[in-house]
């Protein structure tokens, strides 16, 4: 089970940071006695985003909480209480694009977005990772993912296939062969491998597929 998220955001110039935070609140944001922190509470088995900004360093986190091993090891980040599971993070030109992509996801509603799957938020960090970040990207993986009526939670072999996805659209910055990418996979059958990763990536338009070479 995972349960209810408790950030505080503080409102005082003697923390070493600001925080905007933005998820699926359960009741409206509350305002400290000293007025030096606003806290918010996010619901339980939903993602949210926090984002930092450390002077002129900037960091984005997207977590939800955290649940068992097999979310792998938890993490702590200031001004939260719990542990979390961290689905991706991003700065610099990154941390903007999110930014931007999560006021798209929020303009026709404000909390749908973080009730989605983890896999499409998984998604979502190889896009901007690749970046693969215009709007008709994101809401393929948007209609894919509720298309496909998946739980939340995504075993370890969704979350091992991402992270294969995200090496594949790396390794073919350049044009490759499906046995140039199989092998750089550790995969010995290019055309098993094509069926299962290649052939999907070309339908959600990640990957494109000329003169017998795909290309991110």
Known sequence: MRYN??????QTLEVSYTLFAKGYN????????????????????TVFVLFYNFGRFKKAYVVTGWQDERDGEPISLPGVDGKLCLLFAVRGKRYHILDKIIKQL?????????????GFWYKLGVLIDSRKTRM????NILLLNRADGKDFF????????????????????????????????GYENDRAFSRKFLNILVEQKL??????KYIA
Request: net charge negative; proline share 5%; aromatic share 10%.
């Open 207 to 212: 990957l494109s597929y000329e003169n017998r």
């Open 154 to 185: 995504c075993s370890q072999k969704e979350i091992e296939e991402d992270c294969l996805e995200k090496k594949i659209l790396d390794f073919c910055i350049e044009p490759r062969t499906a046995k140039e990418i199989a092998h750089n996979c």
């Open 26 to 45: 359960i009741e409206i944001p509350q305002l400290s006695e000293d007025e030096t922190e606003f806290t918010f509470k996010f619901l339980g088995g």
């Open 5 to 10: 998220i408790t950030v505080h955001v503080p």
């Open 106 to 118: 929020t303009k026709d509603d404000e909390y749908a977005a973080f009730q989605l799957p983890l």
């Open 136 to 139: 008709a990207y994101i809401n």
